[in-house]
């Protein structure tokens, strides 16, 4: 079974400074997409950025960029320039191209972005 | 733009009560998924449908059962509440394959059961 680990439970940075959330990932698979979801303070869950396994290159979004380390399983959420907006709860999520597009998801972090 | 809206925000239970919780996705989704999220835990998968009258089991679906009887709705139904089933309730949709496979969620019903 595929699990999800994210190792931080808590972060927090100074306003404008760049911060890297880490995400491990447990999968024999080969096919699958991996999902950076962020949930502001009593708002919706939202969708930052998704990475196709297949791909080498990685993800960018404007401020948000991945890392994504296919063979250590590994796939690390950089914020740059990071402001006040960017305080949330993260979750790091994969999904397999053969279960029926479930999501497996980690436990979050928490990421508190201090004027 | 895409809207999943749940029926309560906020909601009070009393223990043994049968509970309803409703999610309407207005983007054709196949899929939607009903989850629970609790603190150090993330998302748990209660229940997922994946077109009308489907359904399939979670990680959690003890003391819950799902309806879906039009693809825009997918209802959760807690059968007798207790509390231990207090918790934040997050509703999903997505298309079923392809890249548009990305998850949008409601805004969450924060249930708690006393």
């Known amino acids: 079974a595929q699990t999800v680990t994210q190792s931080q439970p808590e972060m927090s940075v100074q306003e404008a400074e760049t911060v890297t959330l880490s995400c491990t990932y447990d999968t024999s698979e080969n096919n699958y997409y991996l999902f950076w979801y962020k949930q502001p303070p009593s708002r919706q869950m939202i969708l930052v950025i998704r990475?196709?396994?297949?791909k080498q290159q990685n993800a960018t979004e404007n401020r948000f960029s991945v890392n994504f380390q296919k063979a250590a399983k590994s796939f690390s959420l950089k914020i740059s320039d990071s402001q006040l907006g960017d305080t949330a709860m993260y979750f790091c999520?994969?999904?397999?191209?053969?279960?029926?597009?479930?999501?497996?998801w980690g436990a979050g972090t928490k990421l508190i972005i201090k004027p | 733009d895409v809207k999943v809206t749940q029926s309560s925000r906020y909601l009070v239970k009393r223990t043994g009560e049968k509970v309803f919780l409703e999610c309407v996705q207005d983007m054709d989704h196949e899929n939607m998924f009903w989850y629970r999220q609790d603190p150090g835990l993330g998302l748990r998968l209660i229940y997922f449908s994946y077109d009308v009258k489907m359904k399939e089991k979670g990680d959690i679906p003890e003391g819950y059962s799902v309806s879906r009887e039009k693809k825009e709705r997918f209802s959760l139904i807690l059968e007798s509440a207790s509390t231990n089933q207090t918790s934040m309730y997050l509703c999903?949709?997505?298309?079923?394959?392809?890249?548009?496979?990305?998850?949008?969620f409601g805004q969450g019903t924060r249930l708690t059961v006393v």
């Open positions: 990475q196709e396994a297949y």
């Open positions: 999903a949709s997505s298309f079923r394959t392809g890249m548009g496979t990305e998850a949008f």
């Open positions: 999520a994969f999904m397999s191209l053969d279960s029926n597009y479930q999501l497996i």
